[in-house]
């Protein structure tokens, strides 16, 4: 099933007041009710259009929601300060004490700190999967499971869960299928292959300028209400709200966001068939070496690619440090965490954004030391980055003669 995420963006609309043509930034903490009794019944269920406190909602968040909602064919949305509360969120909304989650080992760094370090001290258990296997998550659904946890592509690997018979597996239970699109707006719609909540870092690629950190979770009304609720809900009553300012700007952002991901797919595809020419090792969905690659071709939208993220090998940490260390002095892009931004970025998920999952787990899961994360950037000559790349490659002895 093919979905148009920019097209259901563009039908949105909202002007500010006076009629501008973006909305307007509400920049008040707390709004004013013109009788006492509405507040009260606010503050029993929601009313539209109808605010109460900013961290309960507020309307820049809401238009923000909107927009998320749009793109992941969700009912609701709701907004975070960051990726990580819309998970902590998402999970504690879901799970007590006694509770069981099976997720996937293969997770962005912080996720795994967070279930294997936090989670416990709340008496939440988890157990952690080769993803791919469906027969282990299978065998590992017990009376407690409340969840499977995935990534749609995950980080760092670039290993494509199959959401479809995930799907199948956690409806036959009754239990909710929660995954992470981070890597892939647009090109993967998750709630289309029967996830049940979607969670973005907004940091990434749909906020696209690295300049904020923000997150975003997107379900049905019932459950997206149940994280706003006075008494019970996580959003509410943790308190991860995002500035109306900032939620202003990613908004604006996430109207370029189709472009921008056609463009990092095409560079990160480029690359990837000219690297695996060369010789090199490479990870990336779009290439027929993927184990996942048909799975992928099945399951994504068209027009928006594989998506910017690859990986490859070059054997050691040595020189994996070196060549990133070079390709910054070439200006192809920038040695640093993170992903989505309009340039490259580069960094060794090994000793990052990986470096809290221990180093006897990082070689079961296939996580080499010599293994270089690459965020492709939006480059009009992406030619000109890869020659750049192989003269980086030619200068560290990297490319067999
Ligand atoms: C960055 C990232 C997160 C965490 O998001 P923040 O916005 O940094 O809190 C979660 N999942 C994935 C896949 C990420 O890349």
Same mark, same amino acid.
């Given at each position: 099933?093919?979905?148009?995420?920019?097209?259901?963006? =563009?039908?949105?609309?909202?002007?500010?007041?006076?009629?501008?043509? #973006?909305?307007?930034?509400?920049?008040?903490?707390?709004?004013? &009710?013109?009788?006492?009794?509405?507040?009260?019944?606010? &503050?029993?269920?929601?009313?539209?259009?109808?605010?109460?406190?900013?961290?309960?909602?507020?309307?820049?968040?809401?238009?923000?929601?909107?927009?998320?909602?749009?793109?992941?064919?969700?009912?609701?949305?709701?907004?975070?300060?960051?990726?990580?509360?819309?998970?902590?969120?998402?999970?504690?909304?879901?799970?007590?004490?006694?509770?069981?989650?099976?997720?996937?080992?293969?997770?962005?760094?912080?996720?795994?700190?967070?279930?294997?370090?936090?989670?416990?001290? &709340?008496?939440?258990?988890?157990?952690?999967?080769?993803?791919?296997?469906?027969?282990?998550?299978?065998?590992?659904?017990?009376?407690?499971?409340?969840?499977?946890?995935?990534?749609?592509?995950?980080?760092?690997?670039?290993?494509?869960?199959?959401?479809?018979?995930?799907?199948?597996?956690?409806?036959?239970?009754?239990?909710?299928?929660?995954?992470? #699109?981070?890597?892939?707006?647009?090109?993967?719609?998750?709630?289309?292959?029967?996830?049940?909540?979607?969670?973005?870092?907004?940091?990434?690629?749909?906020?696209?300028?690295?300049?904020?950190?923000?997150?975003?979770?997107?379900?049905?009304?019932?459950?997206?209400? =149940?994280?706003?609720?006075?008494?019970?809900?996580?959003?509410?009553?943790?308190?991860?709200?995002?500035?109306?300012?900032?939620?202003?700007?990613?908004?604006?952002?996430?109207?370029?966001?189709?472009?921008?991901?056609?463009?990092?797919?095409?560079?990160?595809?480029?690359?990837?068939?000219?690297?695996?020419?060369?010789?090199?090792?490479?990870?990336?969905?779009?290439?027929?070496?993927?184990?996942?690659?048909?799975?992928?071709?099945?399951?994504?939208?068209?027009?928006?690619?594989?998506?910017?993220?690859?990986?490859?090998?070059?054997?050691?940490?040595?020189?994996?440090?070196?060549?990133?260390?070079?390709? =910054?002095?070439?200006?192809?892009?920038?040695?640093?965490?993170?992903?989505?931004?309009?340039?490259?970025? &580069?960094?060794?998920?090994?000793?990052?954004?990986?470096?809290?999952?221990?180093?006897?787990?990082?070689?079961?899961?296939?996580?080499?030391?010599?293994?270089?994360?690459?965020?492709?950037?939006?480059?009009?000559?992406?030619?000109?980055?890869?020659?750049?790349?192989?003269?980086?490659?030619?200068?560290?002895?990297?490319?067999?003669?």
């Amino acid at each position: 099933m093919s979905y148009d995420p920019a097209t259901k963006i =563009q039908e949105l609309s909202a002007f500010g007041e006076f009629g501008g043509v #973006n909305p307007s930034i509400t920049d008040s903490s707390t709004y004013t &009710f013109l009788k006492s009794e509405t507040m009260k019944e606010l &503050f029993e269920s929601e009313i539209e259009g109808c605010f109460l406190y900013s961290r309960h909602w507020n309307p820049s968040n809401k238009y923000l929601s909107d927009a998320i909602s749009a793109l992941e064919n969700s009912e609701a949305s709701q907004i975070t300060s960051s990726g990580i509360s819309a998970i902590a969120c998402t999970i504690l909304q879901i799970c007590e004490q006694g509770d069981e989650i099976i997720s996937s080992r293969t997770i962005y760094g912080g996720t795994y700190a967070l279930f294997k370090n936090v989670l416990p001290k &709340f008496g939440i258990t988890v157990k952690f999967v080769d993803i791919l296997d469906l027969s282990v998550v299978n065998k590992n659904i017990t009376s407690k499971t409340k969840m499977v946890y995935c990534e749609s592509i995950s980080n760092p690997l670039l290993d494509v869960s199959d959401l479809p018979e995930l799907s199948k597996i956690t409806k036959k239970h009754a239990i909710k299928l929660v995954v992470d #699109n981070t890597f892939s707006p647009m090109a993967i719609t998750p709630i289309n292959h029967g996830a049940d909540i979607v969670i973005h870092s907004l940091t990434k690629f749909i906020n696209g300028t690295s300049d904020c950190v923000a997150g975003s979770i997107s379900s049905t009304k019932d459950f997206i209400s =149940q994280l706003s609720d006075v008494n019970n809900g996580m959003c509410m009553l943790l308190g991860p709200v995002l500035d109306s300012f900032r939620s202003a700007s990613i908004l604006k952002n996430i109207h370029t966001l189709h472009i921008r991901m056609k463009q990092h797919s095409m560079n990160a595809q480029f690359i990837s068939e000219g690297l695996e020419k060369l010789g090199i090792k490479v990870m990336y969905p779009g290439l027929k070496s993927h184990p996942q690659n048909s799975l992928m071709s099945d399951i994504m939208n068209e027009k928006y690619g594989y998506s910017g993220i690859l990986a490859i090998d070059v054997g050691n940490e040595r020189l994996a440090e070196s060549l990133m260390e070079n390709m =910054q002095q070439k200006n192809i892009g920038f040695l640093a965490v993170s992903l989505g931004y309009f340039k490259t970025l &580069f960094s060794l998920p090994g000793n990052s954004t990986s470096s809290e999952i221990s180093d006897e787990e990082q070689i079961e899961m296939g996580l080499s030391k010599g293994i270089i994360r690459l965020s492709v950037g939006i480059d009009d000559n992406i030619e000109a980055s890869f020659e750049k790349m192989k003269d980086s490659m030619n200068e560290l002895g990297i490319l067999k003669k």
